[in-house]
């Protein structure tokens, strides 16, 4: 089972919302301190709630953006 310390590292989490196509980034290192390293991936999804169609969507996007987040920028400063 994952946990958002799993996560926290190397990973970027998008909440995407399928009837909308709306996608939202999910804040980890907030999460972890409100929640706890331990805190399990399938926890998050499930409170997932798409705040422009007032709909659960339960699907997790987990982007690899390396540590720091460095592969993440490097993409984006392009
Ligand atoms: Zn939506």
């Known amino acids: 089972m994952q946990t958002l310390s799993d996560l926290l590292e190397c990973f970027q989490l998008y909440a995407v919302c399928e009837p909308c ?10 999460l972890v301190k409100s929640e706890g390293g331990d805190y399990p ?19 997790l996007r987990i ?4 540590p720091d987040g460095k592969a993440a ?3 984006y400063a392009r």
């Open 73 to 75: 920028s490097f993409r």
């Open 41 to 59: 991936i399938d926890r998050v999804r499930m409170r997932l709630y798409c705040k422009s169609c007032q709909q659960r969507s339960q699907a």
């Open 21 to 30: 196509q709306r996608v939202e980034g999910v804040d980890l290192p907030t």
């Open 63 to 66: 982007v690899y953006v390396g």
